[in-house]
Structure formats: C-alpha cells, structure tokens
C-alpha cells in the first residue's frame, strides 16, 4: 500500500514538473475567414503623454520630428505595419470639438481634458496634424465622433470637411486651411462608451441617437471606392445586453459594425503595479485577458442572431492591460511600463481575433505611446519599443492572410486550486503561400512540447522566432531598451508533416513554413 502511495505521489509530482504535450491539428479551410489587417490596429488618445508630449513635440522641438511628430515614432510604426489608427479618443472624443483644432495655431482656443487629469491643452494637435500623421504612417484613420457632448451638424460637417472632393463649406473651409484634396477617412466612432463616459445613455436611447447620427454621416468622397463605415459605441465585456439592444433596435443599412471593450483588470479600485506583481497578480491579469474569448464568442452569437451573414463587424477598438499609473506620473495619465505579462496579453488576445476573422474586422490596443499597453515609451529624447510592440511585430504576418483553422485541447496553467488553458495558438497561409503559426505558452513555470499535425500544409522548410525572457517581470527600460527583443528560434522540426518543438514558460514564438 505503502508503495502504491509513493508511486501515486511521485507520478503527480512529475506531472508538475514536466512538460506536457499537446497535439495541435491544422487543416485548411476553403471557408476559413481571412484576416482583416485591421486587427493590428491602435488608438491614440488625448491622454497623459500619448499625444503631447508622445507622438507630438511641436516643429520647434529640438528632437528630430516631422511636422512636429517625433521621427524615431513614425519610425516604429512604419516598421509595425500599423493598418488604422483610432483618435481623439476614447472618453475625449466625447468633449472634442473639432473646429477648435483647425486653423493657425495660435488662434486655437484651449480645452481642458476633462476626463484626464485635467490639463489644458492647446489644441495644436488637430485634425490636419492627425490626418497628415496617418498619410506618413501609410496607416487609415479612424476618427471617433463626438455624440456625447456634440451635435449631428458637428459630425456631418466633420465628414463633409476631411472627406468632400466638389465645392462645400466645409472643403473650402478645409482649403483655406491649406489642404486642397480630402483625405481618405473610411472608419467614423459614433461616440465611444455612450453607457459610461459618452454619455451615460441606456442601450435604447444611444440607439435611438445612433440612427439620428448615422443618417446624416454621408459618403462624401464617392470618387475613391470608400463608403463610409459607422461604428456603434459598443458593449464592455460582458454586457450582452448592451449589444442585443444595439442590434435589435439599428438597422442593419445604418450600421457597418459594432464595438466592444474590454480590458485585462483584476480589480478597478486596485489594479495592481505594472511591473513588480507577484505570480497570484499574473495569473489573475491573464485570467481577465483570457475572458477575450468567452466575450467575442458570445457577442458575435448575438449578432449572427440578427446578422447570419456576418455584414455587420464586430471591432473591439480598445483592448490591453491597464495596471496602477507608475508612482512617478500623475494618476490621470496611464503611465505604465510593460512586462512579459503584457507580451502575454498581446498574444493570446491577438489569437483570438484572428480565429474570430469571421466576425472580427477590427481591434485596436489602447494605447500606442506613453498610456496603458503602449508598444512606444518616451522619455525626453530617449525612446524605448516595449515586448508588446515585439508581439505585435511578430504577428504582423498575419494581416491579409487566409485563416488556417487549429484544433488542440491545451494543457493547464494552474495555480492553487485555479487552472487556465496555457496554451494559445492561431496559424494563416499568406498571400504566397506561406504558412505562419503563432504559439504562447502563458505558464510561468512550465514549458509544453507542441506537436502540430500539419502534413494537409505541405511544408518543407520551417524557421522561428522567439520572444522570451529570465523573469516574467522583465521589461525594457531607458538604460536597457534592447533587453527583451525577438531571436531567432531553432528549437522547432518537421519531420513527416509534424512540427515539433518545446515552448518555455512565458514566452511568444512564431514560426514560418514554407
Ligand atoms: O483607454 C482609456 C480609456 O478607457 C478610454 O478613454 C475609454 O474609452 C476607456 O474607458
């Protein structure tokens, strides 16, 4: 008896210590949904040192910059293929009025932000700065309009002033201000979080001023193939309700798709340091992180509902981790440094969406520089690309490519008497043919042995990276902005149509098949 007991013991205690496998089938689907590109999107919002003091430090600033934009930024963000960008907010969005952002500088009244922290701005970031912005970055603008604390007219005069090619008020009005062509604006917000910040509305009442507003944002610029897509303030998590009113109260002609946010928070009046968390406060953050799934599955079943033929998208156009404000910021400003959780975040959450690409068109990270999961860090003339924006990178293979449809049962992270799946993974076949896996293992202790039954691919040359670092902790800080950066990866085979390979804890690989 005695014996069997060890032997029970000694079995479970190897299960803790070894890794598991998980066998992972690919096989390719002629009615697998490509990728929108756009899932790789980001959010810029007026908010602490996202916009000033971040992406913007005026022409005069002796940092390199063009038209006032830092170009070690613009750098960056050509090098991440960003797709949309999302501005001016956020909560902004519903006290921005955009005629105080046009015009000479100098003559531009101020407004005070409101929601973030309170600092008077000078409105020298402004629609012509936003918009040259996105043309430099090659990215599409996604322009939130104001429904909270603004009118139809402003929005409508707002399309019809970046948008109008003939002659109009407000494109003659744009070209006194300097900028004879329209710029191509496809994405318009109407509103953003109409149930908290935009408004406090019910579902009923936004949907209600959602079709007001809807009807009278025109495509303007018919010349160029771009109809105007209307995005509906969506749901937080899990407020279905929320999205069934949306549904069953918009028609379908007045809407192209609806939002959702959500973000990995264990605890709103306590959210926890960006960097030394323990293990408890790391696997709650990615238990919230991990609700991406649960909350894209079951709002996209509510719009099949009304929408079986999936015409109207689902965006979930603010996404990330967002911790306590680093001690040294002011609280109102989101500062907050981003670790190897982060890395995780980005990777598993970015795995949902591509397997959801038949309903998910876009998403955007909140936010890009200086606020909550940013993948830039500024600080004076330093500036730093975190392991997000590594993750990001990695993945950009993904944009525009066809899904590859995977099927595994992953093994558990557990922790106490709590268990989370560890493994995540999505894969796509680009437009040349080449294959792309991307693999997390969210474990902090554990690596996992993978094998992906891949022979229906007909691969015959695989390659990798990794993004993997000492301590879960880890970051990249201004003395160090090279500590966590992508290698290249030899660790995986192929041999008969099966890829093998052993993940390590915490850690982002992707790997190339050819
Ligand atoms: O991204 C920060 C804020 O989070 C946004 O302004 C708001 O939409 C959300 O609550």
Known sequence: MQKKITLLLLLAFSCQLFAQTVTIKARPSDAAPHISKHIYGHFAEHLGRCIYDGFYVGEDSKLPNTVGVRNDIIEALRALKIPNLRWPGGCFADTYHWKDGIGPKENRPTIVNQWWGGSTEDNSFGTHDFLNLCELLDTEPYLSANVGSGTVRETEEWLQYTTHDGISPMADLRRSNGREQPWRVRYWGVGNEAWGCGGNMTAEYYANLYRQFATYMRDWNLQ??????????????????????????????????????????????????????????????????????????????????????????????????????????????????????????????????????????????????????????????????????????????????????????????????????????????????????????????????????????????????????????????????GKISTEIFRGASLRQGTISLEIPPFSVIVLKGE
């Not at 509902?305 to 989101?334: H, M, N, Q, S």
């Not at 066809?402 to 557990?414: A, V």
């Not at 796509?428 to 043919?433: L, M, T």
């Open 224 to 481: 160029d193939d771009t109809p105007v897509f209307r995005i509906a303030s969506g749901a937080s998590g899990d407020d279905y309700q929320w999205t069934e009113t949306l549904m069953k109260n918009i028609k379908p002609d007045l809407v192209e798709a609806l939002a959702l946010h959500h973000y990995a928070v264990t605890d709103w009046s306590d959210k926890g340091p960006s960097v030394s968390f323990d293990e408890t406060q790391y696997f709650g953050t990615m238990r919230e992180a991990l609700k991406m799934e649960e909350f894209v599955v079951k709002h996209a079943a509510i719009m099949d509902r009304y929408d079986p033929e999936k015409k109207i998208a689902l965006f979930v156009d603010e996404w990330g981790g967002w911790y306590d404000t680093e001690p040294a910021y002011e609280a109102g400003v989101l500062y907050q440094q981003n670790t190897m959780r982060d890395a995780m975040i980005a990777g598993t959450t970015l795995n949902t969406f591509n397997n959801h690409a038949d309903r998910v068109k876009m998403a955007n990270l909140a936010q890009t520089v200086n606020v909550l999961q940013a993948v830039i860090l500024t600080d004076a003339e330093k500036m730093l690309l975190t392991p997000t924006y590594h993750v990001m990178k990695m993945y950009a293979v993904h944009q525009d490519a066809t899904l590859i449809p995977l099927s595994f049962d992953s093994p558990k992270y557990t922790l106490g008497d709590e268990q989370l799946p560890a493994i995540s993974a999505s894969a796509s076949r680009d437009s040349s043919g080449k294959v792309h896996f991307s693999l997390v293992n969210i474990d902090a202790r554990k690596s996992h042995t993978i094998k992906i039954e891949a022979a229906a691919l007909q691969l015959s040359k695989l390659s990798g990276e990794i993004l993997s670092s000492a301590a879960i902790q880890d970051y990249n800080d201004f003395d160090t902005p």
